[in-house]
């Protein structure tokens, strides 16, 4: 039978998710919970997610989605969307749905909220289908890097950071006002990144427990200076701990802190092994503190990262030296 379109209704959530376990098996078993769905595209500070369906015979078998996202462009806060959770059930593959339903989408997007750029991390599969069919391009590929944790941390019981004069990570159960005033006096005046506020901060990482985040302040003489955040994740049968954020990444002075704090936490945690994203304009940087490429061949996860890109300024957009990506940008952490 012909599948048919339709936008997403209250309750539809339930065969959401009955595809995405269909789809995707236990990969990420927390986002598929119903908690976490409506903690994606019910409960963003930004926005609920706009969402189009693939209906056969009462299933669903289809979905795309995105979400809305505050990024700051140039300088410039705008609202984008985040392409997210593409999903077609086995069987129901081959029938144009997943190129229907973003068309369907991308309009919606655009006539009522103005929203003209969308960007994600495609996978391999799903790459021709953006980039031939959607009038995505790719803007570049980024890899994790590896670090390793305090080997004294680990051979000791007493896992506080040895961090420098002055210097002490706090680990944060809110996001206080301070980290507002932290955006706003670093916040790059050039280039992409996603709006690092405290509403965005709670929402991603502290209002759903059931990912296991753990955000740590950084302070020097009781001022916020810094933050970064840790998750403990499997990967290739490894236990290893995520930094799946750090900001800000223009003093090289709170890096240092935070990336030996983060060493200390990781270790605490059991963890000999610490992995992260720079932005690939960081790359020096992120050598510097310890962090190296792992190769292509060994890599367990490329980005690619690319977008669809209409109207505002496509320089910055396709530029990857402009981006700046960690790995709490992607949906996968």
Known sequence: MTWQAKSYKAGDEHGILALRRAVFGQVDPVRARLNAWKWQFLNNPAGRGFIMLAEDQGRIVGQYAAIPVRMLVGGVETLCGYSCDTMVHPRCQGRRIFTSLARQVYAHMESEHGIGAVWGFPNKNSMPGFTRSLGWRRVGDLLARVGFTSFSALLKADWAPKLGPGWEDVPME????????????????????????????????????????????????????????????????????????????????????????????????????????????????????????????????????????????????????????????????
């Open 174 to 333: 809110r996001i206080s006002p301070q980290f507002d005033a932290l955006w706003e006096a670093h916040k790059p005046r050039e280039g992409v990144i996603q709006v690092r506020d405290r509403a965005y901060l709670q929402w991603r990482y502290l209002d759903l427990p059931d990912f296991g985040y753990k955000v740590f302040g950084l302070f020097n003489a009781g001022r916020l200076k810094g933050y970064y955040t840790l998750r403990v994740q499997h990967v290739a049968g490894l236990k290893v701990c995520v930094l799946a954020d750090c900001f800000p990444l223009d003093s090289i002075k709170v890096m240092e802190q935070a990336v030996k704090a983060a060493k200390f936490r990781a270790a605490s945690l059991g963890c000999f092994m610490l992995t992260a994203m720079f932005p690939i304009s960081r790359n020096g940087l992120a050598s510097r503190l310890g962090f190296y490429p792992v190769p292509r061949a060994a890599a367990p996860k490329v980005f690619h990262l690319a977008g669809r890109f209409e109207g505002g300024d496509a320089k910055s957009w396709m530029d990857p030296l402009r981006w700046h990506l960690t790995l709490g940008d992607t949906d996968v952490v």
